[in-house]
């Protein structure tokens, strides 16, 4: 039985890929391949995350201090937030936004271009609201 890599694109045996549980009686395999898992795990083990996790301590001490307060999200309101920092060399500087937010941010939706069930008048109006031209009169797509 052959899958897809969903990192690489390359289809594959079911044994390059690590197994994940059962679902409905069936084997369920994880989304990349072994080799695609691997170059993943060494990015992150480049990545500077003790820098990383000595910021967030400082955010930490930050609050338990009183110098900078919890706000509520910047996108829907909620009150449980996180501090989510866009630039790491300002330690103090945080946006604040809720786990789900906080999520989309770092997992921006797909844009859905043509959808081929859409009748014409519905990709035309799909068009319409999500096509502008730029000053050059060239087409633009807005984010979703």
């Known amino acids: 039985m052959d899958k897809k890599c969903t990192k690489c ?28 898992t691997k170059l993943v795990k060494k990015t992150w083990k ?13 955010v930490r001490r ?30 103090l500087v945080v946006r604040w936004l809720c786990n789900s937010c906080h999520q989309k941010h770092h997992k921006p939706k797909k844009v859905k271009i043509y959808d081929t ?3 014409i008048a519905q990709h035309a109006r799909f068009i319409k609201n999500n096509v502008r031209r730029n000053a050059l009169g060239q087409f633009i797509k807005e984010d979703l």
């Open 62 to 91: 930050a609050i338990k201090k009183g110098h900078i307060f919890p706000k509520s999200c910047e996108v829907c309101g909620n009150f449980r937030t996180h501090a989510h920092h866009d630039d790491y060399t300002k330690p």
């Open 117 to 119: 069930k859409m009748s």
């Open 46 to 58: 480049r990545c500077d995350t003790k820098i990383k996790a000595s910021i967030r301590d400082i």
């Open 9 to 36: 694109g390359e289809v594959k045996d079911v044994a390059y890929f690590k197994k994940s549980g059962l679902y409905k009686n069936r084997q369920k395999y994880r989304g990349e391949c072994r080799e695609c």
